[in-house]
């Protein structure tokens, strides 16, 4: 983990497992997203793995490591329950960060780790990448991903990777609309997110975090009420500082005080 | 209609009418779904029609022929409206089948054969395939089909191809996400169903069953229910006899009882 | 404005903003489409801009012009908030006109235009039109457009172009699903317009309106109770005036009346 220039970059490091996540990897994920929710000093989160993998999703192996508040030992069943769960609570976190998260997908991105992808804001894509929901080839349910993947990739394409189990690469991942950009090396990569970063510093970080949770809102409230929220956003950011910073800068042709 | 390996497979076979749905066609169709939805044995159900072409739509002149359930006349509005909301229940249980539905599209895939084909799991398109949503043209609306397109090719294509009619071509329809493999003669799509066979054959028949009905309650609940929902049935599949195989098999490195 | 064989054609006339809405302009806007929604001889409306661009946004300077229904000033974010509400209300209005509305997008299409190019029923964008959504750059939100880019263009892409304000060409815009065809110059354009109007012609125009209504309607009902009223409305048209005459010219081998 690493803070400069705004940016707070996380490595999965569990390089023997492709970066599976343990419960402890989940829950001091979901620990770092809580803490830094009201921070507008960092401004993107790039989520990456270490050694050429992304993550090759949840590491059952440490499914059993649960027990309940008295730390007494729990079933199979249950501890499963609670494996589960916490990384349906970890990606929904991450979801709805005020912070732009990039996730920087290379080798295995498998079950949760596809999950993750799919809940970035930007995703940068290796074009061999191998990209897959294998759940169900174990006899398993990608459970917590579901949602998510159903809602970046489309019912369609959700029905056709999790019942199947195909694996995709990077071009194919962005052909079907789960990826924004592709790479063929790891200068490209590295050039690309560069870039991104680029663009996210001219973005004014609350407006930008306003934004994002109201696109997150579509769909959960009727249009009007919608509407009038986000007219109450938009007055606010019209006389708030960023919005008058925002339009004196454009004004005299200056960058804003965010972008320096 | 035949069943082999787990496989059944559906032709429908009116080819004078190029495929388009008699009442009759549509009721036989929802009794089979009916007597196969808590039939684990077969996994994939293989939409086609006969003679080239998929399906035509719905076949108007058939439409007078409904009574009601003393086998009384009733008026040409009742009768229209029995026809179209069959076809509606037919749809709506095909795309909720426990199974994997293939549809293969060639020659016309119209009006309500576009609809099926929108709620296959998989679909595989001829390129020459002729797809359409004719029904405005006639003065008519695609009213049962219209839910399920809108969900499959999104708001943006969905009001194009019903407004304008505008037929398109199978590498189109891959384009806008309606199908997802394209093929150029029997052969290919032959060969296309048997690689889809043999993934579909790697997965679990009940993981399967219940990602599939778990992917289509998104956006129907409030997420963290749906996410609670979710983790019962990975806890309850872990612990039951597919999640047992399957891990087992994966750490024996063998292929698990299914895939056999 | 002009009418011409069914074709409303509006053209934003504010050139030395790059046709920038004003809030009169919007509420000129708002005026036609309401004097026209039970309008069924209009059957298109054509919207572009004058001298090269489609529409650069709200223009916000003249935002301070509102005063309250008294006539006395009211707050700076009170007019704020009303200049953004009303394009709210307007974009609203104009996504459920019962008309087939088409863009021509070239040159700037940004932030209030971005939002019109995504509720239109058909969008043909020139390959080198600017399409970006700038708010967050200038400290604002793209408020009023939010849920009718999600819908359009998916959460996926919606979050990227709000977020980075990264500015996309014509052909990135069909590939993101965003416009439905691409042309090269004014030529190709109106060669593509005149296609897309012959489609038209050939569809229903009440047919056309209740087919636009329904598929607005997908997701916000229970989809059985979506379904019932989808078959009234199908049942309906086909024993009115259009289904009949749809039908018989259809079966006399005739173009339907509504398409001379």
């Not at 729990?74 to 979801?95: D, P, Y």
């Not at 949602?147 to 990739?153: A, E, I, N, T």
Request: aromatic share 6%.
């Amino acid at each position: 983990m690493d803070i400069k220039d705004g940016v707070l970059r996380i490595v999965f490091n569990r390089p023997h497992k492709r970066n599976a996540m343990s419960a402890q990897l989940v829950d001091e994920v979901l620990a770092v997203f809580e803490a830094i929710k009201n921070e507008r000093a960092i401004r993107v989160v790039v989520l990456r793995g270490s050694e050429g993998n992304f993550c090759a999703g949840g590491d059952i192996s440490t499914m059993n490591k649960f027990s309940d508040n008295s730390g007494n030992a729990i079933s199979a069943q249950e501890a499963a329950w609670e494996f589960n769960r916490i990384f349906g609570r970890m990606i929904t976190k991450v979801n709805q960060a005020p912070q732009i998260v990039i996730t920087l997908l290379e080798g295995a991105v498998l079950g949760g780790g596809f999950g993750l992808a799919c809940i970035s804001d930007i995703a940068i894509a290796d074009k061999n990448a191998r990209i897959a929901m294998p759940e169900t080839g174990l006899g398993l349910i990608p459970a917590q991903i579901a949602p998510f993947v159903v809602q970046r990739v489309g019912l369609m394409q959700a029905r056709r990777l999790a019942l199947l189990g195909e694996r995709i690469d990077g071009e194919e991942a962005k052909d079907i609309g789960m990826v924004h950009y592709l790479t063929s090396s790891d200068i490209e990569m590295q050039a690309k997110l560069d870039d991104v970063l680029k663009m996210a510093k001219r973005c004014a970080p609350d407006a930008n975090a306003k934004t994002k949770a109201l696109m997150l809102q579509v769909g959960l409230f009727e249009q009007d009420e919608l509407l009038d929220c986000a007219a109450d956003m938009f007055a606010a950011a019209v006389v708030g500082p960023e919005g008058q910073e925002g339009t004196q800068a454009f004004v005299q042709k200056r960058k804003p005080a965010w972008a320096i």
